[in-house]
């Protein structure tokens, strides 16, 4: 069993950044691949971002490249979503999920075997 807490959110401007956190507890944090989802008020759950156990590859989806980075901490058992350039089209809540797969490439939820509980983002214009 992993425990997951996002941390981070709040309300910034367009052209902002905001980094979150997700903080995880219980079983080995390392052994997990690590994504972060996003979902809007009335759409479906959707994929972010991933890292893998290591941190050394990374997958996002197309809307937020060059935009948000994903890291992890393994020490700290802490992964991060830093997110610049922030658009209104950002705005939801945004979880934080864990994978024992292992793989970073995987964008649907129901691998993820994991969730914390949300943390909002929301952006104005």
């Known amino acids: 069993q992993v425990q997951l807490v996002e941390s981070g959110g709040g309300l910034v401007q367009a052209g902002g950044s905001l980094r979150l956190s997700c903080a995880a507890s219980?079983?080995?944090?390392?052994?997990?691949?690590m994504g972060w989802f996003r979902q809007a008020p009335g759409k479906e759950r959707e994929f972010v971002a991933a890292?893998?156990?290591?941190?050394?590859?990374?997958y996002y989806t197309d809307s937020v490249k060059g935009r948000f980075t994903i890291s992890r901490d393994n020490a700290k058992d802490t992964m991060y979503l830093q997110m610049n350039s922030l658009k209104p089209a950002d705005t939801a809540v945004y979880y934080c999920?864990?994978?024992?797969?292992?793989?970073?490439?995987?964008?649907?939820?129901?691998?993820?075997?994991?969730w914390g509980q949300g943390t909002q983002v929301t952006v104005s214009s």
């Open positions: 890292i893998s156990w290591s941190g050394g590859s990374t």
């Open positions: 999920a864990a994978n024992s797969d292992g793989s970073p490439y995987i964008r649907d939820p129901r691998r993820y075997n994991y």
């Open positions: 219980g079983r080995t944090f390392s052994s997990y691949a």
